[in-house]
C-alpha cells in the first residue's frame, strides 16, 4: 500500500503537536506539585543521579559502585515520592505520564513500523482530505438508498434503472471491501444526479479505512495543476514558483497514491493540453497498477467524440464501465 506522503507529514505534524501539548501539560503538573511539595524536586534530581551512577557503571567510569544497590536505592526514592505525591493530594502517577503512547513513546514508530497511534491519526487526516468528496457527511452505503431509483424501464428501453442500480450497487461494495492490487479501474458515467459521485465516496471511505492512499479531485482541478507545472517561467516571481512546486506535488499524489478518483471528467475545456495530462495520468496508473475510478455525465459515444483514440481504448479496455440510469435522484431526496 502506497502511503501518501502529503497526509503522512501532516498527520506527523498533529502527533507533534500533541506530544508538545502533552509535555506542557507534564511541565506545569511538574511546577505545581514542586510548588507545595520541595520534597518532590529533591527526589527527582537524586533519582536523575542513580542513573547517572549506572550509566557511568555501564561505560565502566564509576567501578566501585554495585548496579544492585543503585537499584535499591532508586527504588527507595521511587516510594518515597509517590508517598510525598499523595501526601499533598495528588494521585500518585500525576508526574508519570511521559509519554502519550507507550508503545512507541509518541515517535509514531516501532522500529521501521508505524505505530497504531499515528495509523490512526493518518487516517483520521485522509478523511479530511476527502472532505470535499464527503459533502454530506453520511456517505457510507448502509445510507445508500435504491428506492430513490425508478423501477420501471427507461423510455425505449428495457433498462429499470432500480434493477440497474443495484447491480451497479453491489460491484461498488465489493469492490470496496477486496480493494487491492488485482481490483479494476472503474469508470462511472450517467446523467448528473444518480449518485456517481455518491458512490464514489463510500468507496473512497471504505478503501481509505482499510490504510490505502485515496485522493480525490475534479479532473478541472487536475487539469490545472498539468498547466501550471507546463506553462511556468523561470523568470516567473518566487510566489508562482511556490505555486508550481506544490502542483508538482499534487501530481505526485494523483500518479502514486493507491486509489485516484477523478470526478466530472468532460467538464473541462478540451484540448490538446488536456487531452495529454488525462492519457499521462490513465497510462501510467495503467503501468505501475494504480486504481482510478473516473466519473463522467458523458456517454461512451461522447466521450469518443471528445477524447484520442488512445485513451479511449484504455477506459473500455482496461476499465470496468458502469452506467447510471434514471432521473435525477437530488431532487426525489431533497422533497422527502
Do not use: W
Request: hydrophobic share 35%; net charge negative; with cysteine.
Amino acid at each position: 500500500m502506497a502511503i501518501d506522503g502529503k497526509i503522512l507529514k501532516r498527520a506527523k505534524d498533529v502527533l507533534n503537536e500533541k506530544r508538545r501539548q502533552h509535555e506542557e501539560l507534564l511541565s506545569f503538573r511538574t511546577q505545581k506539585v514542586y510548588a507545595i511539595a520541595p520534597r518532590v524536586r529533591e527526589l527527582d534530581i537524586k533519582l536523575k543521579e542513580t542513573m547517572s551512577e549506572v550509566v557511568g557503571i555501564a561505560l565502566g567510569v564509576d567501578e566501585g559502585s554495585n548496579v544492585d544497590d543503585i537499584r535499591e536505592k532508586n527504588l527507595a526514592l521511587q516510594k518515597e515520592r509517590y508517598e510525598e505525591i499523595k501526601h499533598v493530594g495528588f494521585p500518585e502517577k500525576y508526574l508519570d505520564d511521559d509519554y502519550i503512547c507507550a508503545s512507541c513513546h509518541d515517535t509514531g514508530y516501532i522500529g521501521t513500523k508505524m505505530c497504531k497511534c499515528l495509523e490512526k491519526i493518518y487516517k483520521e487526516e485522509q478523511s479530511a482530505s476527502l472532505s470535499s468528496l464527503f459533502k454530506l457527511g453520511n456517505e457510507t452505503f448502509e445510507n445508500f438508498k435504491l428506492e430513490y431509483y425508478d423501477d420501471k424501464p427507461v423510455s425505449g428501453t428495457s433498462i429499470a434503472p432500480r434493477e440497474s442500480m443495484e447491480v451497479v450497487y453491489e460491484i461498488c461494495v465489493e469492490y470496496a471491501r477486496k480493494f487491492g492490487n488485482q481490483s479494476m479501474n472503474l469508470f462511472f458515467n450517467g446523467a448528473p444526479g444518480l449518485g456517481k459521485t455518491y458512490l464514489s465516496a463510500c468507496i473512497a471511505r471504505v478503501v481509505a479505512d482499510s490504510g490505502h492512499s485515496v485522493v480525490y479531485d475534479m479532473a478541472t482541478s487536475i487539469f490545472n495543476k498539468f498547466e501550471e507545472v507546463k506553462f511556468t517561467r523561470a523568470s516567473d516571481s518566487d510566489d508562482i514558483r511556490l505555486d508550481v512546486q506544490q502542483a508538482r506535488e499534487e501530481i505526485k499524489r494523483y500518479l502514486e497514491c493507491d486509489l485516484l478518483i477523478i470526478d466530472d471528467i468532460g467538464t473541462e475545456l478540451t484540448t490538446a493540453f488536456t487531452i495529454s495530462a488525462l492519457y499521462e495520468i490513465i497510462n501510467t496508473r495503467l503501468i505501475t497498477g494504480k486504481k482510478t475510478l473516473i466519473n463522467s455525465n458523458l456517454t461512451i459515444n461522447e466521450l469518443r467524440r471528445r477524447y484520442s483514440e488512445q485513451i479511449m481504448s484504455r477506459l473500455e479496455g482496461e476499465y470496468q464501465v458502469l452506467t447510471f440510469y434514471g432521473d435525477d435522484i437530488r431532487k426525489k431526496r431533497n422533497a422527502v
